[in-house]
T-cell receptor, first 112, second 111 residues
Framework: DTEVTQTPKHLVMGMTNKKSLKCEQH?????MYWYKQKAKKPPELMFV???????INESVPSRFSPECPNSSLLNLHLHALQPEDSALYLC???????????FGPGTRLTVL | QKEVEQNSGPLSVPEGAIASLNCTYS??????FFWYRQYSGKSPELIMS????GDKEDGRFTAQLNKASQYVSLLIRDSQPSDSATYLC???????????FGPGTRLSVLP
């Protein structure tokens, strides 16, 4: 198994909803990442989880919160999002934080 | 100055030609460089990684790195219409944690 999986593929939510995005990899990678990508823009790093330590991009608002239940799973909890949070959310993993990253298919999020 | 710069394009080349994609970066301490291909509505797909000065070839793709000039490029030989996509240059910064993408170059290969 050499892929990163993400669920759901699409998500539509209201501004008062709470939802979660899930990401899983079975490659034995030690680092996992969440990115946000707006149309015609490059991915922007949100969070890095490596060696059981979470690193946060300081510009990411607190309505996004990551959770790493184990070394293969990385969830992203969403609460009280804004319409401008609508984007493609990408999960990636790498063997170590120094290595190339492999991306999942993404979750297309729409906030109404 | 932006960390990673790319010509946004679109870069149009005829089928069978060589497509040349360029990327410059500002952090002299950057050690690792990557090229990703992204089709519209899809996630980025790794094409090449390069860590040392010089050329690295993989099939129709050649990555070139010149750390002194802070320049990395991707050549695509025998371009095919299926190569039409946005190509993202990425690097790992000197601190090892941040993975920074350039804005991407849109390539169009004309049949």
């Amino acid at each position: 198994d050499t892929e990163v999986t993400q669920t759901p593929k699409h998500l539509v939510m209201g501004m008062t909803n709470k939802k979660s995005l899930k990401c899983e990899q079975h490659m034995g990678h030690r680092a996992m990442y969440w990115y946000k990508q707006k149309a015609k823009k490059p991915p922007e790093l949100m969070f890095v989880y490596s060696y059981e330590k979470l690193s946060i991009n300081e510009s990411v608002p607190s309505r996004f919160s990551p959770e790493c239940p184990n070394s293969s799973l990385l969830n992203l909890h969403l609460h009280a999002l804004q319409p401008e949070d609508s984007a493609l959310y990408l999960c990636a993993s790498s063997r170590l934080v120094e290595n190339e990253q492999f991306f999942g298919p993404g979750t297309r999020l729409t906030v109404l | 100055q932006k960390e990673v710069e790319q010509n946004s394009g679109p870069l149009s080349v005829p089928e069978g030609a060589i497509a040349s994609l360029n990327c410059t970066y500002s952090d002299r301490g950057s050690q690792s460089f990557f090229w990703y291909r992204q089709y519209s509505g899809k996630s980025p797909e790794l094409i090449m990684s390069i860590y040392s000065n010089g050329d690295k070839e993989d099939g129709r793709f050649t990555a070139q790195l010149n750390k002194a000039s802070q320049y990395v490029s991707l050549l695509i030989r025998d371009s095919q219409p299926s190569d039409s996509a946005t190509y993202l240059c990425a690097l790992r910064d000197n601190y090892g944690q941040n993975f920074v993408f350039g804005p991407g170059t849109r390539l169009s290969v004309l049949p």
